[in-house]
């Protein structure tokens, strides 16, 4: 049974960092393309950040230069390290596991099959 558990979210304050931590089990992490996306209130989840099997990454416009996604395979995680956090970056973070990747990392949500329940983080002005 495959299981993403994130965590690190939290309140914030704008101009703060915060870790979100994506720990997985029942899959062989190694092989994994991971993502992270999120969902503000009101809004469609969108893509944030993607790290393909072998530690290439790709960013939201609306992120990059701030976010950085990386990975430990021998702890089975991901983390999405976030810099000089918005208000508009208040949402529900997700992370997203695709254990049949071919070394490319995904931006759609439709290529991921494994899904955490998300951790909230909040920043305020």
């Known amino acids: 049974q495959v299981q993403l558990v994130e965590s690190g979210g939290g309140l914030v304050q704008a101009g703060g960092s915060v870790r979100l931590s994506c720990a997985s089990s029942g899959l062989t992490f190694s092989t994994c393309a991971m993502g992270w996306f999120r969902q503000a209130p009101g809004k469609e989840r969108e893509f944030v950040a993607a790290s393909s099997s072998g530690g290439i990454a790709g960013y939201a416009d609306s992120v990059k230069g701030r976010f950085t996604i990386s990975r430990d395979n021998a702890k089975n995680t991901v983390f999405l390290q976030m810099n000089s956090l918005k208000p508009e970056d208040t949402a529900v973070y997700y992370c997203?596991?695709?254990?049949?990747?071919?070394?490319?990392?995904?931006?759609?949500?439709?290529?991921?099959?494994?899904w955490g329940q998300g951790t909230q983080v909040t920043v305020s002005s």
């Open positions: 997203a596991a695709n254990p049949a990747s071919s070394g490319v990392y995904y931006r759609a949500e439709i290529a991921y099959r494994h």
